[in-house]
């Protein structure tokens, strides 16, 4: 049973520049959540999707935006890439009607050069 | 001030020690609470949600205490291998889905011979 899988697992780009993550959800689970965790702080909710619609948004500006597939994958894409954006980008999955249980992916550090 | 605050330690125990963390949320709205466990420069992982009438899984104690809008974590006979970051997670509302979590910054322990 394959848990959260995200790629890809480091990233180095520069300011300006645009970024696509991606992530596959565990097997069963429809609801895809991403997370950013800057350093020694905890993570902060960007957004959830569910049935390929955004559910809920954090307070993230619109350059964080996403899309989830049929097959319940997910993509966060940022764009015009800012050097505070450098983080762990986390994704979870969960299943609706166990929304309180996440499963995380290792997750995609993104430098922002 | 942060909606859910918790004590960044680190701390440091011997083996066998006994440690608790705290953790405090702003929102009396908050319906649902849970730790996760994360260790350096992996992904949260769930260690166990925290009910009203508190909750015990093995060396391990949760408890919550809504009139002071905290809510606690208890370690008994620490291990070496409990060394890792604890975050309190919290969610607003009985419904709310788990993407709209909170999270704390996480407490560090490291539990040395």
């Known amino acids: 049973d394959a848990g959260v899988t995200q790629s890809p697992t480091h990233l180095i780009k520069t300011r300006g520049q645009q970024v696509t993550l991606r992530c596959s959800p565990k097997?069963?689970?429809?609801?895809v959540s991403w997370y950013q965790q800057a350093l020694g702080q905890g993570p902060q909710f960007i957004f959830q999707?569910?049935?390929?619609?955004?559910?809920q948004r954090g307070n993230f500006p619109d350059r964080f935006s996403g899309h989830q597939f049929p097959n319940y994958s997910s993509e966060l894409n940022v764009n015009a890439l800012l050097l505070g954006d450098s983080a762990l980008y986390l994704c979870?999955?969960?299943?609706?009607?166990?929304?309180?249980?996440?499963?995380f992916g290792a997750g995609t550090r993104l430098s922002v050069l | 001030r942060k909606e859910v605050e918790q004590d960044p330690g680190p701390f440091n125990v011997p083996e066998g020690a006994t440690v608790a963390f705290n953790c405090t949320y702003s929102?009396?709205?908050?319906?649902?609470f849970f730790w996760y466990r994360q260790d350096c420069r992996k992904e949260p992982k769930l260690l166990m949600s925290?009910?009203?009438s508190g909750n015990e899984d093995g060396r391990f104690t949760a408890q919550l205490n809504r009139a002071s809008q905290y809510i606690s974590l208890l370690i008994r006979d620490s291990k070496l291998s409990d060394s890792a970051t604890y975050l309190c997670?919290?969610?607003?509302?009985?419904?709310?889905?788990?993407?709209?979590?909170?999270f704390g910054d996480g407490t560090t322990l490291t539990v040395k011979p």
């Open positions: 925290v009910y009203s």
């Open positions: 997670v919290v969610l607003r509302g009985p419904n709310t889905n788990a993407g709209k979590s909170t």
């Open positions: 979870a999955s969960s299943l609706t009607g166990r929304p309180n249980i996440q499963y």
């Open positions: 999707y569910y049935e390929e619609e955004e559910r």
């Open positions: 929102n009396s709205a908050s319906q649902s």
């Open positions: 097997s069963g689970h429809d609801t």
